[in-house]
């Protein structure tokens, strides 16, 4: 065991970060953690991924927050890896560094015209209404048609949150600029594209039959984009979410079409494959899709039969992607930082000592949130190995300054309006005194700038 007290840098304070601090500080290590983030506030994409109606999830910020809260993990907020502290600057204050720096933006999804205006990435929607600073604060929705590309949840959050009417996500956290926009929408009709068959889609049980119970939003799905090959059967046989999935699925399909009262849809579609986004004078007017037809395996041909549908704009929920940060090793074809088990390796396949990744940046992003405990489990049982002997037999080198007020001291003289775990108290509070006065548990404060002013304690409420 080192007899030094060890100093680890966390860069990203998603729930990733977060659970690798937690471990890493009840660890037989003697550790000092700071954990920095870009925003000025915590929790990654549970606060600016996750739904604002799913305020269960979005709970998961209270077991988060008690970690924090212990004082035991120092969060140093509004510091930017890359721009703010580049990685051989950790190396001055850190004999180890763990990156957990999610991913953010969205797939690609290379068709023709995926780029015409009208036409959007679901990463880049989510952010805005979950209020990022770093989006712009208006979102054109001027869309009456709307298609979502893609069978996963976000697809799902995407389309919900389109349709749904914004009266019903007032007693949400939306930020006032999100209600906004929202509330002119002249949306009625959201078309939801999937490649394959019902039994192949992503969606989460839960997650779909929610979808039935939003209010004047009527599901709609089409008896002949049903179909179950060899391979679809064996999904259903093996696993019980695919079950419970198709039978949601199915039992739409036997509703009265007389029932369909709402005055906005979600129409599901499947077999769909989305073939080109059609333009005119630049801007979207139409998705060209491809029927497709199952193989047998559960996956799927093409069939030479196309479909457009009139939809004024598109998303594309086909996944998001990490990106890379600088001097940090990158796969660029699957967004990842290079790592085994946690342990990053450079170019030659190697570790490169004291490097470390978890969380959506190590494994890519999928997953709930609980996987990303026990992918953090993993990434400190092997920095714990690797520091226990890596001190003695010089495998790693101890980081030159070890006085835990340099760096705060280095921000300061460079001018970083960094932020604290204090800061961020005080800014939680604002937020909910800001709820508070419409009977909402929380109002968000969006801009970064207003957001950086309360934590500093620059702006308060009366
Ligand atoms: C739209 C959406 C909805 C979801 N809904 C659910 C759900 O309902 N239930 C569920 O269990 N899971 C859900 N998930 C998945 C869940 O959000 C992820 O599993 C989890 O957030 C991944 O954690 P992470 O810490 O790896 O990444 P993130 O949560 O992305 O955290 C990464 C952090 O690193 C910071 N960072 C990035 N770059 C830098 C830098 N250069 N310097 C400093 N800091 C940096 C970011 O600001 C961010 O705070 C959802 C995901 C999305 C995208």
């Known amino acids: 065991m080192p007899t030094t007290q060890i100093r680890v840098a966390i860069v990203g304070a998603g729930p990733a970060g977060i659970y690798a601090a937690d471990i890493l500080s009840k660890s037989d290590l003697e550790v000092e953690v700071d ?35 212990r004082g035991d993990i120092r969060l140093i907020g509004n510091v930017d890896f890359g721009t703010d502290l580049t990685l051989e600057d950790m ?22 015209g995926i780029d015409l205006d009208g036409s959007y990435g679901a ?34 959050d995407v389309a919900r949150i389109l349709a749904k009417h914004v009266e019903d996500l007032m007693p949400t956290e939306i930020p006032a600029n999100v209600a906004e926009g929202l509330a002119k929408s002249p949306v009625t009709d959201v078309h ?58 199915t039992d739409w399909t ?10 906005r849809r979600i129409h599901l579609h499947f ?14 007017v139409g998705l060209r899709t491809e029927r497709t037809e199952l193989t047998g395996d559960g996956n799927v041909r093409g069939t030479d039969q196309f479909e457009d549908f009139e939809i004024q704009a598109v998303y594309r929920a086909v996944g998001y992607f990490g990106s890379p940060l600088p001097d940090v090793p990158f796969d660029d074809g699957a967004g990842v930082i290079p790592n085994d088990g946690g342990r990053v390796l450079g170019a030659d396949g190697e570790h490169i000592p004291g490097l470390y990744t978890t969380g959506w940046i190590k494994r890519g992003p999928v997953g709930l949130i609980g996987h990303t405990k026990s992918d953090a489990a993993e990434t400190i049982r092997h920095l714990v190995e690797d520091v226990t002997s890596g001190f003695e037999d010089g495998t790693l080198t101890p980081a030159p300054e070890r ?60």
């Not at 954990?35 to 600016?48: K, M, N, S």
């Not at 929607?125 to 298609?147: I, K, Y």
């Not at 036997?254 to 005055?263: G, I, N, Y």
């Open 91 to 112: 190396r001055q204050y850190y004999d180890a560094v763990i990156f957990s720096t999610g991913a953010i933006r969205d797939a690609d999804l290379n068709i023709p």
């Open 403 to 462: 006085d835990p007020n340099a760096i705060i001291e280095r921000l300061e003289n460079q001018g970083v309006p960094y932020t604290t775990w204090q800061g961020w108290e005080l800014l939680d509070a604002y937020e909910r005194s800001l709820g508070e006065e419409q009977g909402r548990e929380r109002v968000k404060v969006v801009p970064r700038e207003e957001m950086t002013e309360i934590s500093r304690g620059v702006t308060a409420r009366a």
């Open 271 to 284: 077999l769909h494959k989305p073939h080109e986004v059609l333009g005119a004078d630049g801007k979207v």
């Open 192 to 249: 939801v594209f999937g490649r394959r068959g019902p039994a192949q889609v992503k969606f989460t049980p839960l997650e779909l039959r929610e979808l039935g119970h939003v209010p004047d939003v009527d599901i709609v799905v089409y008896p002949e984009d049903f179909d179950f090959d060899e391979g679809s059967e064996e999904a259903i046989r093996s696993s019980n979410q695919t079950k419970q999935v198709v039978k949601t699925l």
């Open 35 to 69: 954990l920095f983030e870009r925003l000025p506030a915590p929790y990654g994409l549970v606060r600016y991924g996750v739904a604002p109606d799913h305020p269960r999830i979005k709970g998961i910020i209270t077991a988060l927050y008690k970690v924090l809260q």
């Open 254 to 263: 036997l509703r009265d079409p007389s029932e369909l009262t709402a005055s």
């Open 123 to 156: 990463a880049d929607f989510v952010s805005w209404f979950d209020g990022h600073p770093d989006v712009p604060r208006t979102w054109p929705l001027e869309a009456q048609h709307v298609a979502v590309l893609g069978v996963g949840n976000v697809a799902l």
